[in-house]
T-cell receptor, first 111, second 117 residues
Framework: SQKIEQNSEALNIQEGKTATLTCNYT??????LQWYRQDPGRGPVFLLL?????KEKRKERLKVTFDTTLKQSLFHITASQPADSATYLC??????????FGSGTQLTVLP | DGGITQSPKYLFRKEGQNVTLSCEQN?????MYWYRQDPGQGLRLIYY???????QKGDIAEGYSVSREKKESFPLTVTSAQKNPTAFYLC????????????????FGPGTRLTVT
């Protein structure tokens, strides 16, 4: 069956460090992968999309990589700030052509 | 301002009652979606619609119903048949996905937290 795993439920890092979040998937052949940010009690907000033919995508302090051989995406936040604290979700388009979301990684950036 | 609105933010109902959650968008998106989120879990798709007067079941449609009479509106009814209705419900919209290699981000509303006792 198709599965998306974000390998840690919670990640704590010190302010200024780089946060790295992982999204692994099985039994998908995604043409692309999306990352969203979700704050407590609110709806997710789209951050980045990366296509299968793109190895890396950047947006300000955010960087996403996509390795279709490893079936993995890495999401990096450089120079992290307490305001980056949130839950980050990865999402893939599955066989039904609709997005399937991972359960998320809760990131806490400590001042 | 363009966006998606959901109302109410909090909703309380007694077991056995049907309840309807509102979702409205002014983004001119054709596609709309309903998700359910439980603590520690990802979003699970309940229903989606890509055009007015048409909708499809998602992964967990049992105990739910929807309608799409207008492009802007996609209300969700949680029926008494839904065994565990207490959850955080999220509505989203997007441009219609066409083909296997297209993808558009989804825009989410603020959510409705439903508690059934």
């Amino acid at each position: 069956s198709q599965k998306i795993e974000q390998n840690s439920e919670a990640l704590n890092i010190q302010e200024g460090k780089t946060a790295t979040l992982t999204c692994n998937y099985t039994n998908y052949s995604p043409a692309y992968l999306q990352w969203y940010r979700q704050d407590p009690g609110r709806g997710p907000v789209f951050l980045l999309l990366i296509r299968e033919n793109e190895k890396e995508k950047r947006k300000e302090r955010l960087k996403v990589t996509f390795d279709t051989t490893l079936k993995q995406s890495l999401f990096h936040i450089t120079a992290s700030q307490p305001a980056d604290s949130a839950t980050y979700l990865c999402a893939l388009r599955g066989s039904a052509r609709q997005l399937t979301f991972g359960s998320g990684t809760q990131l806490t950036v400590l001042p | 301002d363009g966006g998606i609105t959901q109302s109410p933010k909090y909703l309380f109902r007694k077991e056995g009652q049907n309840v309807t959650l509102s979702c409205e968008q002014n983004l001119n998106h054709d596609a709309m979606y309903w998700y359910r989120q439980d603590p520690g879990q990802g979003l699970r798709l309940i229903y989606y619609s890509q055009i007015v007067n048409d909708f499809q079941k998602g992964d967990i449609a049992e105990g739910y119903s929807v309608s799409r009479e207008k492009k802007e509106s996609f209300p969700l009814t949680v029926t008494s048949a839904q065994k565990n209705p207490t959850a955080f419900y999220l509505c989203a919209s997007s441009i219609v996905q066409t083909g296997s290699t297209t993808s558009y981000e989804q825009y989410f509303g603020p959510g409705t937290r439903l508690t059934v006792t």
